[in-house]
C-alpha cells in the first residue's frame, strides 16, 4: 500500500516523464504481435495489459493536463484581448455625434494627436479607450487653458482609416 502514497510523488514529475511513459506504454500495447521480437515481449505484454493500459492512460491524462496548465495563460490572455477588442469596436459604432466630430478631426488633418478641450466628450472617449492623454501636464498656457494634447490610439486610428464610414452621420 505504499505504492499508493506515493502517488502525490508522481503527478509532480515533468512532462517530459509522462511522455516517455506514453511512449514506451503506447509501443508496448499497440504493436502488432507479430512484430514483438524481443524474447518474453508478448507474454509480459499478454500478462499485464491490463496494467500497461492503466499507465498509458493515467500518463497520457497527466501529460495532458500539463500541456493544458502551460498554454492556459496564453490562451486566456488571447481571449480577453478579443473580447477587449470586440467591445472597442463595438463603441466605435456607438459615438455621439459630438465624438465623430473629434474623431473625424483626427482623419481630417492625418495625425494622431490633437489638442483638445478637456471636457465631458473627450473623457468619454479615454473611458472608451479610444484616445489618451498624451502628455501627464498639460502645455504651458494659461492657467485657465483647458486644452490638452490627446493621441488617438493605434487601433482606432488603423480601424477608422480602413472604416471612415463609422463616422458618417
Known amino acids: 500500500m505504499e505504492i499508493f502514497g506515493k502517488i502525490p510523488d508522481w503527478l509532480k514529475l515533468p512532462p517530459y516523464v ?3 511513459i506514453v511512449l514506451v506504454t503506447a509501443f508496448l ?9 524481443l524474447p518474453g515481449v508478448s507474454v509480459l ?4 495489459r491490463g496494467w500497461f493500459e492503466l499507465v498509458f492512460l493515467l500518463a497520457l491524462v497527466l501529460l495532458a493536463t500539463s500541456f493544458g496548465t502551460s498554454i492556459w ?17 463595438k463603441r466605435l459604432y456607438q459615438l455621439t455625434p459630438e465624438e465623430k466630430d473629434i474623431l473625424r478631426e483626427y482623419l ?19 473611458k472608451a ?18 486644452r490638452v494634447d490627446y ?5 482606432a486610428w488603423e480601424y477608422l482609416q480602413k472604416n471612415p464610414q463609422i463616422l458618417d452621420d
Open 108 to 126: 481630417r488633418q492625418n495625425t494622431r494627436t490633437l489638442t483638445l478641450v478637456e471636457d465631458g466628450v473627450v473623457m468619454g472617449l479615454v
Open 45 to 48: 505484454v499478454a500478462q499485464h
Open 151 to 155: 493621441n488617438l490610439e493605434l487601433w
Open 73 to 89: 495563460p496564453s490562451v486566456k490572455g488571447i481571449y480577453k484581448d478579443w473580447k477587449t477588442q470586440k467591445a472597442r469596436i
Open 18 to 20: 509522462f511522455f516517455a
Open 29 to 37: 500495447l499497440f504493436l502488432h504481435d507479430s512484430t514483438q521480437t
Open 129 to 146: 479607450g479610444v484616445i489618451v492623454r498624451a502628455g501627464t501636464r498639460r502645455s504651458i498656457r494659461d492657467a485657465r487653458d483647458r
